[in-house]
């Protein structure tokens, strides 16, 4: 039995050393102070970076829709980014292109593949925190990957 445990602890200590190398050194940082902010239509994003990985938080006032506020940006039919979100506040509408839909609210967490329409639905805004699609999100000049 103990070398079960010692077996676990080890394992343990092995994916956490794991995961030190793949995130870098201990950080945090708040998105009052992000290291980079968008504005756009109805809408903002602010993200917080640690290396190459990037965290979105994007505030969607009532009205806004990736249509008719980002579209124009990121001059795609759809949004191509893929999201991998938190849902803070608001209820979110999400359209694939084959027509699927999902209604998010908060406390959600929502996996959304490239290839789809969002809007916010009723009067309250939608907070979202994105860990993923976020890095060319609204920008006029995106990144090459």
Partial sequence: MAMQTSSAKTERKTDAKSFAKVTGDLAAKNFGKADEVRDFSKGKLELVKFGDAVVGRATLQ????WS?????IAQTESCEAPHFQYHVSGVLRIKMDDGTEIECKPGDVSLV?????????GNE??????????IDYASKAPHQH
């Fill in 68 to 72: 008719t506020s980002v579209k124009e």
């Fill in 113 to 121: 593949p490239p290839g789809h329409d969002a809007w916010v639905v």
């Fill in 62 to 65: 009532p009205g806004w829709r």
């Fill in 125 to 134: 805004p939608v907070v979202i925190v994105d860990f993923q699609g976020m």
